[in-house]
């Protein structure tokens, strides 16, 4: 947790919204609800971020809802063809945010889905860098996890590949520094 404190990636994925109901009444919360009385009435339902609603869960005071993206439709898309959902359109973070979220749910089931749709997303990204296809329309689907983590390491293969081209025995050289 230390290490991902200051990553401004998962400061973001821990800003997602989940539907909660509160499990008390909360004086002077109103405001969580939109609304403008004092209190927040126990089983009002409420979004509030992952960061928040992490340790109101531990404390039993809210009981939550699975957020949109890991909602049972969106879920069954994902499990039936992940290369064709349009991740960044659930969550940009939809990877981070649903390992952040499995953890706090221990939810084998949404693991298993998350787990199959990466492996199945990075064949097809691999696929798409390795081809010289204009994959454009393709980038605009990936959430941010696969844009910034895999992309990035693909283009990294790739300049190996063409110093390698080159002049192999250079490229064999500096690897091996590594």
């Keep these: 947790m230390a290490d991902s404190f200051w990553d401004i990636d998962h400061v973001l994925a821990e800003q997602q919204k989940i539907p909660c109901f509160v499990a008390l009444d909360v004086p002077g919360y109103g405001f969580l609800d939109g609304n403008s009385s004092e209190n927040l009435c126990k089983n009002t339902r409420i979004e509030l971020p992952f960061w928040m609603v992490t340790p109101l869960i ?16 969106a879920l069954d898309d994902v499990a039936t063809s992940a290369v064709s959902v349009n991740l960044n359109g ?9 390992v952040k979220f499995v953890n706090l749910i221990e939810d084998a089931n949404l693991g298993n889905v998350l787990a199959d749709a990466f492996s199945q997303r990075i064949a097809e990204i691999m696929q798409y860098s390795q081809s010289g296809r204009s994959y454009s329309k393709f980038i605009s689907t990936l959430d941010d996890t696969e844009k910034q983590r895999i992309l990035q390491q693909d283009s990294e293969v790739g300049q190996w590949t063409l110093l390698w081209r ?11 520094a590594h």
């Design 58 to 73: 531990a404390a039993e005071q809210v009981e939550l809802e699975y957020p949109h993206c890991f909602a049972r439709r």
């Design 90 to 98: 659930l969550c940009p973070f939809f990877f981070l945010f649903g």
């Design 166 to 176: 080159q002049d192999p025995n250079s490229a064999s050289t500096s690897t091996s």
